[in-house]
């Protein structure tokens, strides 16, 4: 051991990078003695043109996550681009078909081209919502409807859109203009996810029908080299159906065309009997000639229903029914089946008057004739009441005489719902709204949409609220 230290020694004198360069001293705890320690110095001498790897840092995601921006998290959030965005007043009433208690809140909205955004109400909804883990309610476009719907709400500029996957949303302003420009706007991008679906939908069949030949080729191709016996069926079987696929296409074509041609017409049809005539979604004349009455027979089941057991009812003709039953009543009222509204099928109120403003909605032509619409919201702008109730009476008269008849026995029934306001709470304010636009509106939409909304509603509730005098026959 002396001579080994002696040796070192005498190495360190002659080298004298050896400290520089670094040596890693070892001490050994001898086993034999605790005070007795032996030194054994083993030389870890790095030479000069080897470099010392640093180390990986091996956390480079969260290492790069502290050095991003508050840009960078807004700009890699989402890459569309925005289309519009600002406060609507919103209520989600359905949630995958399941209906849900009315809840309206105020909310920052951003359209972009496929979908819409709703972010909890903030002063600065960019930084607000911008918390880990936040996320916000999304509504996809695609496939989505859009609609005015005065009757879900007692709330003036509502609109609902349903989603595919069975959400529905309310979404409403008091402000005119900016609920049309949020209807247009929203409209606009679920008419252009439809156009592109559609498109879509060609190119790939274009393209299935290009790749087809493609693929079979290639195929060929492969199994040309050394075809195996099992397969040599199925290729036939290819081979032969490619051949004849065309040729297949044409005389199914030419199959229906005759078909289409021998096909009896709808008045054979109705006259055998295997086709009845519609109540719902056919002209209110064509519904009184086939009953051979001026009012519908339908709308004087659902009035007497109605004042039987209904005129007490919180919310009538605001509250909307269960739609299946709704449908189901539909369904019956069409194939001229017995109705009975006192049925415990019909026990709800509810779907009664849903299914009596269905019949109304779905008129070709609206209780108010397309050709009086724009009289009716003449007559209303005229400032005196004495001369805008007689031109109301004026233009009520000139009305086809099923319109007429139709018109006097709704709203008289519609004068004994709003004379119970304080039970029912439905004023004749409330009423205009909800039949507004379901009785009055324009044979095309123009922009002036939200403004004849407004005047679709003061005619009902002018109407309502003089009625002796407008369907009254002393002369004013």
């Not at 508050?70 to 989402?78: F, K, R, V």
Request: aromatic share 8%; charged share 30%.
């Amino acid at each position: 051991m002396e001579r080994s230290t002696a040796s070192e020694m005498a190495s360190e004198k002659a080298n004298p990078s050896y400290h520089s360069t670094g040596a890693v001293q070892m001490r050994i705890k001898s086993a034999n003695s605790h005070h007795d320690r032996l030194s054994q110095s083993k030389s870890m001498i790095l030479s000069d043109n080897v470099k010392v790897a640093e180390p990986v840092n091996r956390h480079r995601r969260n290492h790069s996550q502290h050095n991003l921006t508050l840009a960078d998290i807004i700009s890699t959030q989402d890459h569309t681009v925005v289309e519009k965005e600002g406060y609507l007043l919103k209520a989600k009433i359905a949630d995958g078909g399941k209906k849900l208690r009315k809840n309206w809140s105020t909310s920052w909205i951003v359209l972009t081209a496929r979908k819409m955004e709703f972010y909890k109400e903030s002063k600065q909804p960019a930084l607000a919502n911008l918390k880990p883990g936040y996320k916000p309610e999304c509504v996809d476009l695609c496939g989505a409807r859009i609609e005015w719907t005065p009757e879900k709400s007692s709330r003036k500029n509502v609109f609902q859109i349903t989603t595919l996957s069975g959400n529905e949303f309310l979404l409403q302003s008091d402000i005119d203009f900016l609920i049309l420009d949020w209807f247009h706007a929203i409209k606009n991008a679920i008419d252009r996810l439809s156009k592109e679906q559609s498109s879509t939908s060609r190119n790939l069949e274009f393209k299935l029908r290009r790749s087809s030949s493609i693929e079979l080729l290639n195929s060929l191709d492969a199994e040309s080299k050394e075809p195996k016996p099992e397969h040599r069926k199925s290729l036939i079987f290819r081979l032969n159906y490619s051949a004849s696929d065309t040729n297949d296409r044409n005389r199914v074509k030419s199959r229906l065309k005759k078909f289409i041609s021998r096909r009896p017409s709808l008045k054979t049809l109705q006259e055998k009997g295997l086709i009845k005539d519609q109540i719902f979604g056919s002209h209110l004349r064509l519904v009184c000639e086939h009953e051979n009455s001026t009012v519908p027979k339908f709308v004087r089941l659902c009035i007497e229903a109605v004042e039987r057991r209904g005129l007490d009812v919180d919310g009538i003709y605001r509250v909307s029914g269960n739609l299946a039953t709704i449908q189901k009543l539909r369904f019956v009222v069409n194939q001229e089946e017995k109705l009975n509204l006192d049925d415990s099928q019909w026990e709800d109120i509810h779907v009664v008057t849903g299914a009596l403003k269905m019949f109304f909605r779905e008129l070709p032509e609206p209780l108010f004739p397309y050709c009086f619409f724009e009289q009716f919201v003449e007559a209303i702008k005229i400032p005196d009441n004495a001369i805008r109730i007689k031109s109301i009476k004026n233009l009520v008269k000139k009305l086809p005489r099923p319109n007429y008849e139709t018109m006097k026995i709704l709203f008289e029934h519609l004068k004994k719902i709003a004379a119970k306001e304080s039970v029912n709470l439905m004023s004749t304010q409330s009423l205009g709204i909800v039949f507004g636009p379901t009785l009055l509106r324009p044979e095309k939409e123009t922009g002036n949409m939200a403004v004849h909304m407004l005047y679709q509603n003061q005619i009902v509730e002018l109407m309502l609220s003089e009625y002796s005098k407008i369907f009254g026959s002393e002369e004013d």
